[in-house]
Every structure is written in structure tokens, then in C-alpha cells.
């Protein structure tokens, strides 16, 4: 028996995988759609199994609409406008991050496993070891990149593993569309602000590289 | 060892001996068709092939009988690959324990003669390509070996034939699927690379520093390129027969339905392979390696969630 | 209702965006006075009570929305005055980011769900972003950058927590709603592996946006680059509010039986603080960053005694109260000497009991009241905090606690005695001194100094109210 959830899961662990070598801006941010949608659809699968209700459809949608197509519109925008050399320049290696991925699910899996949650059904242990590795790789990325867009991408990356691990042991909140609402208002005005600030930044800097952000310190 | 000298299994055999030409002419529609061009004709292989044996050879002076050994022990190794293969869910002819670390021993013995082949005519760029050539599939072969493991978990069995029958047959279609489905990018990604297909190699490149596979073959001529071309063939078919069977299993109960079934799905593979040339460029030189090592953290994480969450 | 305490300022931020400038100061002073009011009218809890799973009335949120309110009320009017004198081509953004980061605060101080008090701390630093790089200098856009993303990035992993929390209840046999109110009720049957993970992330967390070292490096960047009445509001009241998360979940692990271990990783992270503060505070070239320091210093202070509870966490309580109000004092006096020096180097700032006498004495009291000296709040509670150290038994923690205070001191001192006492050579003054932006500074060190000679009855039993639940006396 095929489980969708699963395949959900291994297409959002690719996707991470991905992102950690990918070197094009353009191809960070196609991932980073790719991967929005995906992780919109987690919880419409795991919920189906007690019932599909308008409600969950509606957020679905909402979702997919935000993580999917919104942020990553802005995000486009934002290399488009901002960036004139769309290397994504890391700091260490595009190799030494891969390995740096392996061993965040690793560590992932084992923290899993030491967690003893027998409560939890199969599916969530595995969506759990994908939400944490899926959040490691952004911390990855948020620190090994030298471009501030590519900090903001690996930011969206590390909440879109938070909001997997959420999935996978807040119940009770992902019933309560208000709240839901409101962290989602939240990642689109941070995104919004982090994209004026960038665009600030080009404008004054004449780039987006962090390294020559360094005037201010003790 | 198992030696079943069935008349399904030899006939599966000396088909897909037959048709693994026919099948390279897909790539080539595949890829004409996206260049809005028709095309050579579907049995273009067979003629080269016709052509090569009809030609005679032509040595270097400085070359030895290693030369002339390359071809000869790249295609035998190609066509004992085969031999294992349990196509269309078919028993192969031969299968024992532990076959599958046998298997690819056998590539990489057809692949160090070639190697030593090319490093016998003293040409630099022989030499060059050789070195790529090494580089690249012991990359591959990283990847490959974490696979066999993880089927060895999945499946319990070291035998290449028991990976795809029997009750923990590894394929799309099982418990573990949503895994697989890495490990089928993470083969294919394998099977551009050791087959020298774009993105990792151009086959069709005319410039020998651009080359990995086609410069080590440069001073072959005549029946000599005719069996390293169709010793190619038989490995292009292994890697795709291999990606088939995780893609479905073939186990339907007929085998008319199988074998109907298993061309199709062969046919969609290679036609992957022609669409993936014609869509993607190929990559710098360097960031091949990156290529290739992703192939191998896909089946690291594969691996890696299977040992600690299937059964 | 307890919802118009952050809907007014959000409405009227909206509006001032669009509004021209002399009508946005007027809103925004509007704004300012109504929200007082409203503050007082919950205060005395006079619209009755309001159930909604999302909101409600605490006492220790009564607290910070007190302080808040009266902060905001005095730097609006600063503000005005300021804006004056400086020109700001973005007016209207900065007026409107005053209220709608106002209405980010205020719904901090009145969430109860756990996860809506998430969303309302990240609010505050997304609409606190635009206060900061009004100027769009590359340090003010560095600082920027540094603010939203470190902050953030933190705030994610308090998100963290809170799931971790959610799920320790979720892992235990009781359902409630997700509320802090409810989850107290049934502390004692939450799984306690969670709640300790949780409450690491929160710390983390909330402690990044609180100024807790080590993940304290975005504050001193932000409060040296952000115009001065954006440095006051940050340090006196934005704190306060990322503090009240962590005081929130403190409060619910007592309730767990975990008192002890989140009371020591206050303590630590505290004592951390104020080690780091000490010692970047020895060698500043910057007023404002030593200010910057100081405040790390304080929330420092505030997690110890907390920390150490009892007698401490009334004096915490105090503390807090007390901060807020001088450090402001003091971010709006730095304001006026900004302006008329036109640098913030401490070095280039000399002389100014000669050149900006009104000026200089309120730093210079304001300073008096930031190192705790008698007349001032800072020195009750920090004598308190001492006390209830020593009570209960933590003689290592309270060394170097009194150590690092003594340090802080005395780094501090020496630069402030150079910038008011020393003389210099040139008597240029870019903009002369006014009673219209010295008052307010003056007015928040009266009143600090006045809640010391008199606490009214309602502000005493809030405070106790507040800290009954983590065990916390007056009488020790």
C-alpha cells in the first residue's frame, strides 16, 4: 500500500536536498515554491484520514496560496529586481553542505528514535525526522550563505520545518483556522519587510552580499 | 547457483540483446522530436553496428594486446550483466547469493579494461578522459553500493534477482515506497552517469576536451568499436532494466502481460533519459562531482530513514 | 474590551500612513492618550471580564501594558517635538510603525494563547523593523538586517517551543484549550520532558528578542541605530514584553513542579548576561551602545531574580518597572545630545554641563538611577534581589551578580563622568536645548522616583498577584 504522505514527505526531503547544493538563485527559489506546496499538503493528507472538511480544504488552498505561490512570487521578485549575479556564493562548500545535510537527518533520526513517542502513528515519526532535518538545512543555509536573499530563503525553509513539526505533534492547533491565520500573516509580513530591507540594502550597498555588513561592533 | 536455462528466460535474454539498439534509437526521436527535427530512423544503431563489423581494424604501432583485449572484455562483462537480470520478472539464467556484488565487480572490470585500453595508446587525451571517466563512476559506485545495502534491508536478500521477486520485492508499488522514490532519482542520476549521458557527458560532443567517455574510444575502429558500442547498449539496458523493475513490479501473474508491460515501462525510461538530454544542459566539469554526490545523499537518506522507521 | 487595547493603535496606525504629517503627530498623540486610558480602564478591570480563548486579563501582563502605555503616552509627545527638529523625509512611516508596533506590544501584554503570543511578539519586531532603519544609513540597514533576521530566526525556535509545550499536554491524558490560563490550571499533569524542552526553546527564543546573552547581538545595533524615541520604546517597553513570554512559561512550569530547573536556567542565562554586558560596557566609544549594554544588563538582572524567586521576583517586578521607566528617560535624553552634538561618540560628547546644562543633569540622574544609586527604584530592588539570593542559599550566583554590577558601574561611570564633567573647546550647539523635549526625559525619572517614595495600593497587589503564582512574596 502506497502511503501519500510518505511520497509527500521524500519529495519535501529532496527538495531539501536539493536547496542545499543548489548554486542558481533562480532554481533555490523554484525549490522553495515546490517545497511550500508540498508542505501545505502534509496536513490535508494526515487529516483526510478523520474526515475532509470545508474548513481544511479552505486552508489548504490558503495555504498552498502563501507558501506556495505568494512567497515565492515575492522572492522572485525579489532576486529579479535585487540581484545582479545570481550565484547563491556560499560560505563553505555546496559538497560540505550536502554532508552537512546527511548529518542533520542523522541526527534527525536519532533524536526521533530517543524521543520514545509510542503514542505517535509511524507517519508522524517519519514526518517529524523530515520536519527536523527540513529545519537543520535552512539554519544550514541561513548560515552558509553570503547573500542576504538567500538568509531570507533559508529563513522560510527553517519555518516551513518548524510548521511540519508543529504538524506532527500540535494537533489542536491546526484546528483553529484563527491562529493558523495569524502565523501565516506573519510570514508574509516578515517576508515583506525582509524584502524592503533588501531592497535597501542593494540600493545603499550597491549588493546584497552580508559580508560587507560589518561596520557595526564592539 | 541457480542456472535456469528455460526457453522464457534465454528468449527474454536474446530479446533484450536484440532490441537494446532498437531502444537507444528512442533517445535519439526523444531528442529530435524536441528539436523539432525528424530524426535518423529508428534502427540507425543496427546500421552503425552493420557498418563497424563490416569494417576492419586499424591499430597504433605503439599499442599492445591490451588494446585489443579493452573491447573484447568490456563487451563480455556487458553481456554477463545480463545474464543475472531477471527481466520482466522472468528467472534469470544465472543468480546465486550475493550475485549483486558480482555484478558490479563485472562493470568495474569491463570499465578498468577500457581504461587500461586507453591508457595503452600513450595519447594525452585518453589519458585525460580516462581519468574523468574513473573519477566520476567510483562517485557513482559510492551510490550504487548504499543502494545494494539498502535493498539488502528492504528485501533481505543479496541475490539481484530476489531484490525484484518474492514477498519483499523493492519496488514503487511497496511499504516503503515514498524511500524508493529517492532511490529511483538517486539511480537514474546514476545511470546518466555511468552511461555518459547529458548532464554529466555529451555523447554527441565533437571536441575531445569536452569528452569523458567517447575521448577513451577515440583510436577503436571497426569490430573493435562495434563491441565496445554494443557492450555500451547491454549497460545502458542493465541500468534501465534495473530502474524499471523499481518503477513497477512485474508481477502480474501472466508473463504475456509482463513482458508487454516491461517493454513499456523501458520505453518510458529511455524516453526519460532523451527528454532529460534534451532539456537540461550539461554541467561544468566541476560541478559534476556535485552532481553525482547528490545521487549518493539521496540514497544516504533513503538508507538512513528505512534502517530506522521500515518494519 | 480587552481586543480595543491593540486594535485602537493598529486602526490609527493604518490611518497615519496615509494621513499628512501634522494630522498623523496629532493622531498619534490621540492614539497615545486614548490607549491610557483604555490601559487604565483594564487596569481596574472596569469593562468586565471578557472570555475568548485567545485573550485575557493577567496581572503580570496588566504590568508591562501599565508601563507600555505610559511610555508610549510620554515618547509620542517626545516624538513630536523631536521630529521638529530633525528632518525625517518618512515621517508618516515612522509615526504609523510607532502605533502599529504599540499594537504588536499591547497584544503581547493581553495574549493568553500560547501560540498568539508568538504571533504577537513577531509582530513586534516585523513592525518595530521600519522604526530602526528610518534613516537608511548602511549601519541603520546593517542593524536592520541583523534585528529582523537574528530576531526572527530566534523567535522561530520559540515557535518551537511552544509546540513542544502544546504537545506535552497533547502527550498527557488532560485536553484543554490552548491557553496559558488553562494550561496553568493543569500544570501538574503535563509531561514534564516537554514542558523542559519547550522551555529551553522559549527561553532561547523569547530570550533573543528579551537581549539574553548570547544571543543578545542584534540589541546593542539596534538601540544605537534606531532614532531615540524607537531606542526608548525598544528598551523600555519591547523588552518587557519578550520578557513577559518567558515569565509566562515560567510560571507554568512552577505550576509543573519544575520550578527548579527553568528558575536555574534563568539564573544562568542571566548571570551570562550580565557578564557580557560587563564587559563590553568597559571599552565603549558609543553612548548609546552603553545604554544598549545596560539594558542587557538589566533583563540580566530581571531573569536572576526571577530566577531565584521569592523576595527576588517581587524585586524583579520592580526592576522591570523601574528600568523601563529610567532607561527611556535615558534613550530620550540621548535623543536631545544627539541633536545637539550630532554624534553619538562618547568621545566628542564632552562638556556638556557647560553647553547643555538641563541636558546633562538628566542624564546624569538618570545614569544615578540606571547604576541603582539609593534614591532611585534600581537600588530597592536590586537589594532585594541580593536578600533573597542570600536566603536562599545562592552565595556563588549573588557574587557574581554584585561582581558584575560593581564592574558595569564602574565602566559606565567613567564614561558618563567624561561626558558630562570634561570640558571641550569648541561651544558649537547644532540645536539648542527646549523645555519641550527635555520635560518628558524629567517626567519619567519623577516618576520612577515617586513610585519608590509611594507605590499606590493597586500597583502593590498587581505585582503580588502576579508573582503568587511562581511563589514569589513580599515578605520573603
Known sequence: MIHISNILLALILLSVLLSLRSNRLMALVELMAFQGVMVSAVPLVLETAHGVTFNLILFFLLLVLVKGVLIPW????????????REVEPIIGYNASLFAGLIMIVFSVYVTNNLHLNMLPMDHKLLLATAITTMGAGLILLMTRRKAITQVIGYLIMENGIYLIGTALAKQVHTQYVVEFAVLLDLIVAVLVMGIVLNDINHTFDDVDTTLMGQLKD | MNISFSFASLAMLFAAFALAPLLMGVILKVKAFFAGKQGPPWLIKYHTLVKLLQKGSVYSTSTTFIFKLGPVVSFTTAVMLLLFFPFA?????????????????LLGLGRFFTVLAALDTASPFEGMGAAREVFFSSLAEAAIFVILALFFRLSGSLSFAEYFTGTHAVNLWSESAALILLVVIALFIVLLTENSRVPVDDPATHLELTMIHEVMILDHSGPDLALIEMGAFCKMLFYASFVSCLLFPFQTGTPFFNIIIFAMVMTLVYAGVGLVESITARYKMDTVPNYILTSFALVCFATILTMEFVL | MLQSVFLLPFLAGTAVFFLPVKSGRLLLLAT???????TALEWFQATGPLQTQYFANTPEGMLVLGIMSFLFLLISIYTVFYMAEVEMSKEPVFNASMLLFLGAMSMVAVADHIIMLWVAVEATTLMSAPLIFVHRSK????????????????????????????????????HVPISFSSFNDVADQLNTVWLKAGFIFIVIGYGTKMGLAPMHTWLPDAHSEAPSPASALLSGALLNCAFLGVYRCHQLMVGAGLGDYSGNVLIAFGLVSMLVSAVFILNQTDYKRMLAYSSIENM?????GIGIGGIAAFAAMLHMIHHSLIKSSLFLTTGNILLGYGTKSIDRTRGMLRLFPETAITFFAGFAGISGFPPFGLFISELLIVMGAIKTGRYVVISIFIFCLILIFAGASRLVMQMVFSSRDSDERLVPE????????????????TLVLWMPDSLFLTIQHAISSIGGTVNG
Open chain 3, 32 to 38: 497615545a492618550l486614548f490607549h491610557v486610558l483604555i
Open chain 3, 139 to 174: 549601519e541603520s540597514l546593517e542593524a536592520t538586517w541583523k534585528y529582523v533576521l537574528i530576531c526572527s530566526v530566534g523567535i522561530a525556535l520559540a515557535l518551537l517551543g511552544s509546540f513542544f509545550i502544546i504537545f506535552s499536554m497533547e502527550m498527557s491524558t488532560v
Open chain 2, 89 to 105: 520478472g522472468m528467472a534469470p539464467v544465472l543468480s546465486f547469493h550475493g550475485d549483486v556484488i558480482m555484478l558490479f565487480y
Open chain 1, 74 to 85: 515575492l522572492m522572485y521578485r525579489a532576486v529579479k529586481l535585487v540581484v545582479v549575479d
Open chain 3, 434 to 449: 527646549q523645555w519641550s523635549r527635555a520635560l518628558p526625559p524629567i517626567i519619567l525619572l519623577l516618576t520612577s522616583l
Open chain 3, 300 to 304: 540580566g538582572i530581571i531573569a536572576v
